[in-house]
């Protein structure tokens, strides 16, 4: 079973009003963690600022989807018990890398458009005043300059002193000085520098400065160098006495009024002989910046965590549903699987597209060869019988013609089946369902119990031919001993001789008579003492006709002194014909005529086994011999090597059964080629051991 999140394990617990109290809770949280962080970080910043309702909203639309989610999947797995815990596999952590990527790249882009957003308000900034101190500038320049009275901040201008017209005086006798562009510009900024209130600094330089004051810092001098190779505006990050600082630098045109003061340096209209410098204080940019900063990396840490919750929860949900389902198709396939009955879906085509194990078995094949087939290519159905498309109905057919249909083994061999057909749709698809059983066992025990039915008919016949043939021996034989006393008296030797002919013979007669009507008797389980060479001898008495004209020799050697033993001749007479039957068949396969090896021996001792003396009869047979796979299964109910009409399969089962009744044990063992031994160990009755 599933072990779900610790979050839903902990929500369960509670009430359905706790619960829901807890929701509203999270929500409000995560909707104001935004406002609740500046409030303490950021104080200057009203609470009901619109990022913070912006950023607010979105977390709080987050957690609600995230508490949605966590009371769907309380509902769903309230049936379900704690057991084990769930393992998600690799996907999820691969959702949650590709879910990292994706939340840091959104992050760094974010941070990087807002750097860019700065720099750009900056340069902005930098941009308007650079236009505004350069019109003043070109106010200047356009005037050639103005008049303002001289102070202990605003002197004459040393470099303007070869001009007429640098100096002059008021009405009132107040003297005023020149006051040329780059005079003014300086002051200006001048005044910028020293208020430190406004923040913004300007500077006016130049690679060849008239007034040494004027001479660039290294950077400006990179800046107008640059100028020179064709730049039109430098602009870099800087920290000027402990501050960070934007600073713009673009070049200054000579112009027609500038040449008043600078066409002895050689410069001439359109020339770059300077550049104006603005430097704008980026600390209360930086401070937006980073507040905007850690505002986006709270909202996206906080997105980042709802994401990371709902991959878990949702991955949970998926693979506890797939789980379940390959829970319920592994029954489902093993219930299938373990069927004794094969079981193949067809199409409606007849195609084949499953059998399950019990089927590919039964058939011999693998299931990847048999997919795609139809089913005729496992079962042998009438020419023509699925050409026109009419699977159900032929299949039907089949089944309600009561014959059994037959199976094609991987081996070529066939094999009867028995079938039955359901029909579903899936969907729009229409499937069949065959259950296909081998009856080849049934087929064998119905023939089987025929073949007993047959058997005993033909024993009741026997036992009634017997019967009429005994009489007719027993007025032969004695009517051969009347002629025979009158022979002696007349002294016919000739004669005689015949007659005790026509005698032995009937007497032969009479005994295979008495056997097979002993052979033929109806069982019983009467237990007496049994003399084992008598019972050989009567065996060997009702095959002897079929040995000697097969040119079987037979070879037995049976002691006269074998003691006796408690068994039922009937059983005992049962399985020793058995054994010899086998012998004899096996001798014929290897030797079809007449040969000096065609033989079968017969030899009865006693041994003792574990303390007990049992009497040890072995038939030794020289013909084809018996595999070591075959000898395993050779007592197998139904087993047979013999073709069909010539063995049932039930000989040595039964025998084998016959002899553990005795208390005994039948063993064969066999060199293919060369020989069988078939060993019959019997127990000594108690009275003879005595």
Not at 257 to 280: F, M, P, T
Not at 620 to 643: A, E, N, W
Not at 661 to 683: F, I, K, N, W, Y
């Amino acid at each position: 079973m599933k072990t779900p999140p610790l979050s839903a394990r902990l929500l369960r617990g509670l009430s359905t009003p706790g619960r829901y109290l807890a929701y509203g809770l999270i929500i409000a949280l995560l909707g104001n963690l935004s406002a609740l962080i500046d409030l303490v970080l950021h104080p200057e910043i009203p609470y009901l600022d619109g990022t913070h309702g912006i950023v607010g909203g979105i977390l709080g639309l987050l957690a609600a989807m995230l508490c949605i989610m966590l009371e769907s999947n309380i509902h769903g797995r309230r049936d379900i018990t704690p057991a084990g815990r769930l393992r998600l596999g690799p996907y999820p952590w691969i959702l949650v890398a590709l879910w990292t990527v994706l939340t840091g790249t959104s992050l760094a882009w974010s941070v990087y458009h807002k750097q860019q957003e700065t720099m750009a308000v900056a340069m902005n900034e930098a941009r308007t005043i650079f236009e505004k101190d350069l019109i003043y500038y070109r106010w200047a320049a356009s005037q050639n300059g103005v008049f303002v009275p001289v102070t202990k901040t605003t002197g004459p201008n040393p470099y303007l002193k070869r001009f007429v017209d640098s100096s002059g005086a008021t009405d009132s006798g107040r003297p005023l000085t020149l006051v040329n562009p780059e005079y003014m510009i300086r002051q200006v900024y001048e005044l910028q520098n020293s208020d430190t209130d406004s923040g913004a600094r300007g500077h006016i330089t130049s690679l060849d400065p008239i007034r040494p004051s004027n001479a660039a810092d290294p950077w400006e001098k990179k800046a107008l160098q640059a100028f020179e190779e064709g730049e039109k505006e430098v602009w870099a990050i800087q920290r000027l006495d402990g501050q960070e600082y934007f600073r713009l630098m673009r070049p200054m045109i000579t112009e027609k009024g500038c040449l008043k003061c600078h066409a002895d340096q050689g410069y001439e209209v359109g020339d770059i002989r300077g550049g104006i410098c603005v430097s704008v204080p980026m600390t209360l940019l930086n401070a937006l910046f980073r507040k905007d900063v850690f505002t986006m990396a709270l909202a996206h840490g906080a997105l980042w965590i709802l994401g990371l919750l709902g991959i878990f929860l949702g991955s949970y949900r998926i693979t506890g549903s797939i789980r379940e389902k390959e829970q319920a198709e592994t029954r489902l396939r093993a219930i299938i699987n373990n069927m004794l009955d094969g079981l193949i879906t067809l199409d409606e085509f007849g195609v084949i597209e499953s059998l399950n194990a019990s089927a590919a078995a039964m058939f011999g094949y693998y299931p990847e060869e048999a997919v795609g087939q139809r089913i005729d290519f496992l079962v042998r159905f009438p020419a023509g019988a699925f050409d026109n498309g009419r699977v159900g109905k032929t299949l039907r057919e089949a089944i309600a013609s009561g014959r059994p249909l037959s199976g094609l083994g991987n081996d070529g061999d066939s094999f009867p089946v028995a079938l039955s057909l359901s029909e579903m749709r899936l969907g729009s698809k229409r499937l069949f369902i065959v259950m296909v059983r081998d009856i080849t066992e049934e087929e064998q025990r119905r023939n089987e119990a025929l073949r007993a039915g047959q058997l005993a008919a033909i024993g009741e016949l026997a036992a009634g031919v017997a019967h009429e043939i005994n009489n007719p021996v027993n007025g032969i034989i004695n009517y051969s001993q009347v002629l025979l006393d009158e022979a002696e008296d007349r002294g016919d030797a000739t004669f005689l001789d015949i007659l005790k002919r026509i005698i032995r013979e009937g007497e032969r007669v009479a005994a295979i008579v008495s056997n097979l009507l002993a052979f033929a008797r109806q069982r019983d389980e009467v237990v007496e003492d049994v003399n084992l060479k008598s019972v050989i001898d009567d065996c060997v008495s009702l095959l002897l006709y079929q040995l000697d004209k097969d040119a079987i020799k037979l070879e037995v050697e049976i002691p006269d002194d074998l003691p006796c033993m408690n068994g039922n001749p009937q059983q005992l007479h049962q399985v020793f014909l058995n054994l010899l039957t086998n012998a004899r068949y096996a001798l014929n396969q290897r030797y079809p005529g007449r040969d000096p090896n065609k033989r079968i021996a017969i030899r009865s001792w006693t041994v003792t086994v574990d303390g007990r003396a049992f009497i040890r009869t072995t038939f030794t047979d020289y013909g084809v011999g018996i595999p070591q796979d075959v000898i395993d299964r050779i007592f197998d109910s139904l087993f047979t090597t013999k073709p069909p009409g010539e063995g049932t399969g039930l000989g040595l089962s039964i025998s084998k059964g016959l002899v553990r009744d005795h208390r005994g044990q039948l063993t064969l063992e066999s060199v293919p080629g060369d020989h069988t031994v078939a060993t019959v160990d019997l127990p000594v009755a108690s009275s003879a051991q005595a």
